[in-house]
């Protein structure tokens, strides 16, 4: 059977998040690429904490015998590239028009990336968040992560209200050791607070990418007869529109609001792309791989 490869709606359809993230990355991308992070060297960097998942081999017995906790030793060929997916599960993460919602258009990617890293022996970890951190699992390169990641992301279902900016401020002390941040989500939040969450993780000399979850309505606002708007992180906020008198006005704001926020990324030398929920999967990890060369 020939996957529909160019259409993520079609393509949620067809399995789970493992099966559909394994023939992404299978079918597009292995083979393409080496990664620049790659080394013979094994020399040891430091202890860090065991987690569900890890390897029992690389366990320190002696740190265990000294502290009668679980230590992992990590080496240098292993922690490479270190990557940390933030993936918004926020109510606004719902929508969906006639694609996939947002937040499943998020986390179908965030899987795929998932495979991609471990294939490239590279660590990944997730944290999903709303008004707070909701999962986390920390950055591993075993091959269970890529399990528990996909099960963190198909369990997690969107609600509460957005609080990235806030979230950001939480994450940026936890993350100890300089890697990658990739920032799924529709960013709605304001932007100057939004770059306050992020710059940090710049500061700190973390690479960030952002990547922009929009929908094909959010891009195009395609009413026409009277419609009902509800707020999807507020159940009782409603609201009646007339679509032509209210259409440009939305889209010279929401335009804008993209605009600046690209903008606004470059200039901070943080990673930016805009993806609809009808854009193949395979432009954003061509962007990512870009963006690692």
């Given at each position: 059977?020939?996957?529909?490869?160019?259409?993520?709606?079609?393509?949620?359809?067809?399995?789970?998040?493992?099966?559909?993230?394994?023939?992404?990355?299978?079918?597009?991308?292995?083979?393409?690429?080496?990664?620049?992070?790659?080394?013979s060297s094994v020399e040891f960097v430091e202890h860090r904490p065991y987690y569900p998942g890890d390897e029992i081999r690389h366990i320190d017995w002696r740190a265990y015998a000294k502290t009668g906790k679980y230590y992992v030793k990590e080496y240098e060929e292993e922690t490479n590239l270190r990557c940390q997916l933030l993936v918004d599960c926020s109510g606004s993460m719902a929508f969906r028009g006639r694609t996939l919602s947002k937040y499943d258009y998020a986390r179908q990617l965030a899987a795929a990336l998932t495979y991609l890293l471990l294939a490239q022996r590279?660590?990944?970890?997730?944290?999903?968040?709303?008004?707070?951190?909701?999962?986390?699992?920390?950055?591993?390169?075993?091959?269970?992560?890529?399990?528990?990641?996909?099960?963190?992301?198909?369990?997690?279902?969107?609600?509460?209200?957005?609080?990235?900016?806030?979230?950001?401020?939480?994450?940026?002390?936890?993350?100890?050791?300089?890697?990658?941040?990739?920032?799924?989500?529709?960013?709605?939040?304001?932007?100057?607070?939004?770059?306050?969450?992020?710059?940090?993780?710049?500061?700190?000399?973390?690479?960030?990418?952002?990547?922009?979850?929009?929908?094909?309505?959010?891009?195009?606002?395609?009413?026409?007869?009277?419609?009902?708007?509800?707020?999807?992180?507020?159940?009782?906020?409603?609201?009646?529109?007339?679509?032509?008198?209210?259409?440009?006005?939305?889209?010279?704001?929401?335009?804008?609001?993209?605009?600046?926020?690209?903008?606004?990324?470059?200039?901070?030398?943080?990673?930016?792309?805009?993806?609809?929920?009808?854009?193949?999967?395979?432009?954003?990890?061509?962007?990512?791989?870009?963006?690692?060369?």
């Amino acid at each position: 059977m020939t996957l529909p490869f160019h259409d993520p709606t079609a393509l949620a359809g067809l399995g789970g998040l493992d099966l559909i993230a394994k023939q992404l990355v299978e079918g597009y991308l292995i083979g393409q690429h080496q990664s620049p992070f790659k080394g013979s060297s094994v020399e040891f960097v430091e202890h860090r904490p065991y987690y569900p998942g890890d390897e029992i081999r690389h366990i320190d017995w002696r740190a265990y015998a000294k502290t009668g906790k679980y230590y992992v030793k990590e080496y240098e060929e292993e922690t490479n590239l270190r990557c940390q997916l933030l993936v918004d599960c926020s109510g606004s993460m719902a929508f969906r028009g006639r694609t996939l919602s947002k937040y499943d258009y998020a986390r179908q990617l965030a899987a795929a990336l998932t495979y991609l890293l471990l294939a490239q022996r590279d660590a990944c970890g997730l944290i999903t968040f709303h008004t707070e951190i909701a999962d986390r699992l920390e950055p591993a390169t075993q091959p269970l992560t890529f399990q528990h990641i996909t099960r963190m992301l198909a369990a997690r279902k969107p609600g509460a209200e957005t609080g990235l900016a806030r979230v950001l401020e939480q994450i940026h002390p936890t993350v100890k050791r300089r890697g990658l941040i990739v920032l799924l989500s529709d960013c709605f939040d304001h932007l100057d607070s939004l770059m306050q969450g992020l710059q940090p993780f710049r500061g700190a000399r973390h690479e960030v990418l952002v990547f922009h979850i929009t929908a094909p309505e959010e891009d195009e606002f395609p009413y026409s007869r009277p419609t009902q708007f509800r707020n999807l992180e507020r159940a009782d906020q409603r609201l009646l529109i007339d679509p032509h008198r209210f259409r440009q006005r939305y889209l010279d704001r929401y335009r804008q609001f993209c605009a600046d926020l690209e903008t606004r990324c470059g200039a901070a030398g943080i990673g930016y792309l805009k993806l609809s929920t009808a854009t193949p999967y395979h432009v954003a990890l061509g962007a990512y791989l870009a963006s690692r060369k």
